[in-house]
Nanobody, 118 residues
Framework: QVQLVESGGGLVQPGGSLRISCASS????????MAWHRQAPGKERELVAS???????NYANFVKGRFTISRDNAKNTVALQMNSLKPEDTAVYYC????????????WGQGTQVTVSS
């Protein structure tokens, strides 16, 4: 049973940077694929970035070159470094996890609010 807790959200100006983190407990972290999703008000949840158990990374086109996902298997954490933030990045960011053998993320954190505004 996996529990995920996000932290690091907040208010940042356009063009600024923010690093959000996700702490995982339960399960075997190194066997899990991890991802960050986000959901803006009135919009569907969307995948932002993912990193597999084998450390392969994938990014949504709208964050390529701006965001970096990383994992630390020694600390059971995954982070999302967000640079050059835009107002349209404003959303609740959710950490997600799944065993590498599954196709669907089945564990979710509570979310952390990221607001990009001047």
């Amino acid at each position: 049973q996996v529990q995920l807790v996000e932290s690091g959200g907040g208010l940042v100006q356009p063009g600024g940077s923010l690093r959000i983190s996700c702490a995982s407990s339960g399960g075997i972290f190194r066997l899990n694929d991890m991802a960050w999703h986000r959901q803006a008000p009135g919009k569907e949840r969307e995948l932002v970035a993912s990193v597999t158990a084998n450390r392969y990374t994938n990014y949504a086109n709208f964050v390529k070159g701006r965001f970096t996902i990383s994992r630390d298997n020694a600390k059971n954490t995954v982070a999302l470094q967000m640079n050059s933030l835009k107002p349209e990045d404003t959303a609740v960011y959710y950490c997600a996890a799944k065993h590498f053998t599954l196709d669907t993320y089945n564990y979710w954190g509570q979310g952390t609010q990221v607001t990009v505004s001047s």
